[in-house]
């Protein structure tokens, strides 16, 4: 039970959680996960603590309340381990009767996406998975603010889509209950439980009931035995009530489907969902009907199922006006008129439906809002009010540099509060690693009962800084209320404040009428050159002395060295003596008047973002400023986007609509000893607005290899920093400017095949009369042999020829206008939105071939493409395509895809496959696939022989060439099924595709016509219902 600069009181160990406990909503999430589950896939990635508990537990080899030790399996949040995921819901093992568990997913809204086709196929095939529930932290990275923001939209996005429950914990004090609900809904349908992961999650408090693992379990049991009498003729909704409702008598506990709390005649109700909204909320619609203001608050638990029943009943009947406060993706989804929030469009549709003669508001935020309690008292349209009324509530504000010793100071400090006071505390910690290279924000709160406030404090009692030069960035009293005290960690002289601290700073202490104290460590003793232990002892008795005056600090010195050291023993003499001599380095500052006057140049935020879960480990930033060539002012623009206004364009040249997105995850599916190299690439989408139809293709632009550029930059003796203007051949009027470096790497296709004509424009640079011969001649009609041959057997680059020529040096600019651009390749889309809304999937086989004279040659997209990392970044843009689905959802599709022309029948099937789990009804699904070995080349075998289960796919026709003797093609399979091809494409009015390479098509045209007869094959073109897709 370490404690650590963000966590107080460390990991709890598992038996120890009963009763009344600090901890934090996380660590109760993870307990009845583990209580519970037999297995518990973590998608937890570095820092965000998801499964810090369970692994430290499982480690411990703790069993759980079925006396098992639960199966750990971490899993990679960006790549595609989903389909591994599924075969274990579907495996023949039979957990549901021996061991009726869940298996628990705990995840953040970050890796939601990911999970989606999961989620969709799991929903489908529930009544044959094993039960499904995953603890969601609502937690993403926004790169645009650069901070992580409680991302909940997602998930309820994501809920919408698929058709799994959804409900929502708003506190550490139902978070315990809401996980075992979760548990049990699971019973029923595929459960997420979210909960806010940027504040709630990672706050440590005091829970007074928790629950023990054996009664999670208990409780477990006796409801899902009560869950079976409910009988499973009930519609979804109603036995999820159910479920709630036998809870609450097992716990004494009053939680609904919907909960409603304010006036008895609210005309004006607020529809939240949510954590710190929520908690907000509920307050204000106490605090405000209480004053007879006549509001209410509805807060939604139970998103998915919506029962509108259960939503109308929670409605008072006076209301008039219902104002729905919904998260939405950011700041552009606000802005645009027509995106509504998720729970906007529920509560509409449930209103319409009922005698409730209301307006309804779509009040939006994005997932970057940090909600503060003005906020919602505006929304609700009241006047502020107590959110600590009668709890005697002290806050603190702590405010520390980086990984310092002192850094975990506050952590300590919250310990003992909670150990002297007798009050409840609670502590949170806030890293920004890109301010100051790491600052920490931590807040500690005391009250006299247990009270909800995951959200920012707004009126700090006591504001400790431990480092000046966070002055100079931050308002660190913008959040102090009048007469709040400020502890001032610093080595700067009384003389020189007014020349050292801060001129914003000066005037805030005066304008708060606040008590400044200066805390100067090596003024504590003789020892001035105290270490950092001391320095850290110091700043805790320091804190207490002035926050806590009462206290005695003499008799505390005990339990402060017991905090800093294993050995408090060894420790208490010099914590004694810091005690002692606390009043040589303590001193309360006389506030002249004339601070209140102190010219203030900028505002400065009051509150730092999370951008982190932890202390910065990477110091290289500030450096990275001083360097000086032309490289790094570049790399500085990509560093510092907002102060250098970077457009975050890459190929600003290209007219099309481009969007920069970011590899997720790049898999090679073959193995690696296999000669083809076919690679399943997934990119990130998040942010872009990237949109794409079914069928479409993307068209990529590729870079040169960087190592071929740099022998090409050496060999042609240029300077890679130089600026150049290149045209920009897609839009000739359009030049831009690049060094030559770039203009290499992403705009010349100097590694291309030279046409006939650049033969004969390199014949002009060259000085050697044979040499200028020998090129037009190989331009003419006299040379077509010999060129053919070079471009055909050879494959020569633009720069062989340049090595070859050795007098023809065109000047940089002049190459620049003889080889043409690089062209973006296209690829079919492997994905379809509606499974995957930020993402976007190739299925890609990397081209290369070995000259005659033994030299390696690559594909120039397939090459790089091949080579992306995860976090990569690549301009892409989107292409139309013949590739369409029929008009009508029943009509059945046929589809014939070779090799990496399965790629865009993957987005078919999934969008069929999402569609039939909308309950929408969907046509006959054929595909028939080709290749060389089951073994290597099975491209996606897993994820169609799940759709083909799921009765998705309705024939799957498998051609693997070599695998017999005799030689299948996709052809065979096809005519093995000509009677359903038949009624399929003649009384179904179904259309027919084929992708990959050309030349299956005569073949299959053939089999085709023998089915619908060679006019039937005329008219289906004719009517756009026979698609190729060749390349
Ligand atoms: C609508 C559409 C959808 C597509 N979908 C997919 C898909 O889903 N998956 C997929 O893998 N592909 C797909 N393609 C093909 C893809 O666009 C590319 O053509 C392919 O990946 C090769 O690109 P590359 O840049 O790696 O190779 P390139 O550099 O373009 O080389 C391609 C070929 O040109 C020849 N060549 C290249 N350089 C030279 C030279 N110097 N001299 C002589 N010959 C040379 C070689 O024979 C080489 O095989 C699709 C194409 C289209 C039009």
Redesign the pocket.
Known sequence: MSTTAAFPWGVPAYDSLSGPTYLTAQQLVQQVGYALASKIYSYSSEGDDLDTAVAQWNKEGVLNGYGRLPVLAKMQSRSGAGAMVLGDFFSIEDFKQKYPAPHAVIASTQTLATMQPILTQLALLYSAATPFVAHVSASDYSAANAALVANYASALYAAQETGVSLISSSSAHEIQHMALFASLISSVTPAIHVYDGVRLARESCQVVDVLDAAAVKRTYTQLIQAQDAVGKKVDAAERISKILNNLNSELGTNYGLFEYEGHAEAEQVLVVFGSTEARIARRAAAELSKAGQKLGVVVVRVYRPFSDKHFLEALPASVKKVSVLGQVADKDAVAQAYTQSALYADVVAALATSSVNASVKDIKYSTEKVFTIGDIADYLGAPSFDFFAGEEAVQYVHWDVDATATAAAPAKVAKLLSEVSGKNVSFNAVFDNLSQAGIIQTEIRSTKSVVEAPFAIENADVVVVQDAKILNSYDVLGAAKEGAKVLLRTSIKDADYEKKLPAGFRRAVAAKKAELYVLNVAELGEKSEASAETDAVALQLAFLKVARPELDLAGAAEKVAALNSEDAKSILPAVSKIVENLAKGLNKVEVPATWAEAEVAQELPTTIRANSTEANTEKEIEERVGETSKWHEAAKGLLFKEAYETKASIRPDLPERNFIVKVKSNKRLTPADYDRN?FHIEFDTTGTGLTYEIGE?LG?H?HNDRKEVEDFIDFYGLDASELVNVPSREDPAYTETRTIFQALLQNIDL????GKKFYEQLAEFATDEAERKQLLTLASAEGTTEFKRR??V????YVDLLHEFKSARPAFGQLAQIVPPL?R????I?SSQKVRPNQVD??????D?RDPTGRD?????????SRLEIGDELVVSV?P?VMKLPPKDTQPIIMAGL???L??FRAFVEYRAWQAAQGIEIGKVFLYLGSRHRREEYLFGEEWEAYLDAGIITILGCAFSRDQPQKVYIQDKLEENLVDVKEALLEGNGSFYL?GPTWPVPAITEVLSKAVTRNGVEEMKEEGRYVL?V?
């Open positions: 076919i293709a990529v590729a590694f291309g095949r030279p471009a055909e050879d494959t020569i680059h062209k390749r296209e690829y079919s492997a190739l299925l890609v086989v990397a081209v071939w040659r690559y594909g120039q997209a397939t090459r790089y493409l292409k395509s090799g990496t022309g790629a865009p992708c897709e390349y």
